[in-house]
């Protein structure tokens, strides 16, 4: 079993930044990839970045050129670096942890990320 806490987070104001992090424990060894989801109101949860064991980034064109992933691989932390922040970003940030074989993964309790325009 993989227990994941996230950190950060918060209101900000348009064109700032604020950084999450996520540790994970527990069984985490299991984990190939780290990342961030998100789901804003009446909208379906979304992949915002995400981190695989060799340092393989996958990031959304949405947040591309803003949003920074990174991890402290033998800590199992993950970091979200978000700069220029817009209102559109806002939305309840989850940190994912993924197993590839067999198949399973695991999600933080969620963060809330408020723009403010």
């Known amino acids: 079993q993989v227990q994941l806490v996230e950190s950060g987070g918060g209101l900000v104001q348009a064109g700032g930044s604020l950084r999450l992090s996520c540790a994970a424990s527990?069984?985490?060894?299991?984990?190939?990839?780290m990342g961030w989801y998100r789901q804003a109101p009446g909208k379906q949860r979304e992949l915002v970045a995400q981190?695989?064991?060799?340092?393989?980034?996958n990031i959304a064109d949405s947040v591309k050129g803003r949003f920074t992933i990174s991890e402290d691989n033998a800590k199992k932390v993950v970091s979200l670096q978000m700069n220029r922040l817009k209102s559109e970003d806002t939305a309840v940030y989850y940190c994912?942890?993924?197993?590839?074989?067999?198949?399973?993964?695991?999600w933080g309790q969620g963060t809330q990320v408020t723009v403010s325009s």
């Open positions: 981190i695989e064991r060799d340092g393989t980034t």
């Open positions: 994912h942890a993924l197993r590839n074989w067999p198949g399973r993964d695991w």
């Open positions: 527990g069984s985490i060894s299991y984990i190939d990839a």
